[in-house]
Nanobody, 119 residues
Framework: VQLVESGGGLVQPGGSLRLSCAAS?????MAWFRQAPGKEREGVAT???????WYADSVKGRFTLSRDNAKNTVYLQMHSLKPEDTAMYYC?????????????????WGQGAQVTVSS
C-alpha cells in the first residue's frame, strides 16, 4: 500500500484547507495524524470502511474526514484553522487493532503534507 498526501499549504487563521490522501492497494481503516516540531505525533481523525468517523477533541466541529472508496481516497476538510493546527499532516492506513490514535498501530504511512496557519 502506498499513500500520497496533497493539499497542504499556508493559510491565514480562520481559513480552510482540504487534504487528500490517495491510496494504492487495499485499505481499510484510515486516519490522519499530525506532528508539530518538538511534539509527538497525534491522531487527528479516523474513518472506517463504511464511513464512521472519530475525531480528536481539538478538531471536533472544525475538521471533517470523508472517503471515496471508488477512488481509494480520503479527504480531510479543515475549517476555522488556528495557528496551533500548524504541523506536518500524515495519512495512515490499515490499523492493526488498538486505539485509533496510537500511531504504532498503523501499517502504512504517507510522506506528509505541511499545513501552516499564520498571518
Amino acid at each position: 500500500v502506498q499513500l500520497v498526501e496533497s493539499g497542504g499549504g499556508l493559510v491565514q487563521p480562520g481559513g480552510s484547507l482540504r487534504l487528500s490522501c490517495a491510496a494504492s492497494g487495499v485499505t481499510s481503516i484510515m486516519a490522519w495524524f499530525r506532528q508539530a516540531p518538538g511534539k509527538e505525533r497525534e491522531g487527528v481523525a479516523t474513518i472506517d470502511t463504511v464511513g464512521n468517523t472519530w475525531y480528536a477533541d481539538s478538531v471536533k466541529g472544525r475538521f471533517t474526514l470523508s472517503r471515496d472508496n471508488a477512488k481509494n481516497t480520503v479527504y480531510l476538510q479543515m475549517h476555522s484553522l488556528k495557528p496551533e493546527d500548524t504541523a506536518m499532516y500524515y495519512c495512515a492506513a490499515n490499523r492493526n487493532g488498538g486505539t485509533w490514535s496510537d500511531p504504532r498501530r498503523y501499517n502504512y504511512w504517507g510522506q506528509g503534507a505541511q499545513v501552516t496557519v499564520s498571518s
